[in-house]
């Protein structure tokens, strides 16, 4: 059973960084096995979006808002994805969600628990 686990939310000042990460048990890492891996984020009242994700091998790619900000990382060794979230703004406030798509595995992939960021101003 597959399982993600995210971690490193919490309160930070505008202009803050914080880095979450997400540890997958029940999947191996590795260009083979992972069709894409990623994180999204809802905020109160709002659709999840998706931020930033990685598409099999290749390098991340992120939503217009979090260009230059937000950094996607994976260590396969570690069975984990991580995002490191610079200059933090209000408006990054929501719940951030991994999700990782396995070769195999549930259409939509698998969800992480979510973890909650906010930024005061």
């Known amino acids: 059973q597959v399982q993600l686990v995210e971690s490193g939310g919490g309160l930070v000042q505008a202009g803050g960084s914080l880095r979450l990460s997400c540890a997958a048990s029940?999947?191996?890492?590795?260009?083979?096995?992972?069709?894409?891996m990623g994180w999204y984020r809802q905020a109160p009242g709002k659709q999840r979006e998706l931020v930033g994700s990685?598409?099999?091998?290749?390098?991340?790619d992120y939503v217009d808002s979090v260009k230059g900000r937000f950094t996607i990382s994976r260590d396969d060794a570690k069975n984990t994805v991580s995002l490191q979230m610079n200059s933090l703004k209000p408006e990054d406030t929501a719940v951030y969600y991994c999700?990782?798509?396995?070769?195999?595995?549930?259409?939509?992939?698998?969800w992480g628990q979510g973890t909650q960021v906010t930024v005061s101003s």
């Open positions: 990685i598409m099999g091998g290749g390098s991340p």
């Open positions: 999700n990782v798509n396995s070769r195999g595995g549930p259409r939509g992939g698998y």
């Open positions: 029940g999947v191996r890492f590795s260009r083979f096995t992972i069709n894409s």
